[in-house]
């Protein structure tokens, strides 16, 4: 069993940043993926970044050069930092985990960017 805990949503002005992070706890050394996904209202969850346990990063088309992931395998951790925030970035933003084989989510944190 893989835990997983965010932190760092909130209200940000259009062009602003965010940094979201998101600790695993339980059975840390099975965890290969971690990364984020995120749900507008009225939207399905779309995947916005993962990353392997040895550091290769994916990112979804309308955050590539605006926001990064990256990992502290140390302290379980995973990162996003969001920059030049937009509108449409409005969502709630999950934390996943894949461990031997099983995906694991947090309870997600909310961002909202104002115009």
């Known amino acids: 069993q893989v835990q997983l805990v965010e932190s760092g949503g909130g209200l940000v002005q259009a062009g602003g940043s965010l940094t979201l992070s998101c600790v695993a706890s339980g059975s840390i050394f099975s965890i290969g993926v971690m990364g984020w996904y995120r749900q507008a209202p009225g939207k399905q969850r779309e995947l916005v970044a993962d990353?392997?346990?040895?550091?290769?990063?994916t990112y979804e088309d309308s955050v590539k050069g605006r926001f990064t992931i990256w990992r502290d395998n140390a302290k379980a951790t995973v990162y996003l930092q969001m920059n030049s925030l937009k509108p449409e970035d409005t969502a709630v933003y999950y934390c996943?985990?894949?461990?031997?084989?099983?995906?694991?989510w947090g309870r997600g944190t909310h961002v909202t960017v104002s115009s």
């Open positions: 996943y985990a894949r461990a031997r084989g099983f995906a694991y």
């Open positions: 990353i392997t346990s040895d550091g290769t990063t």
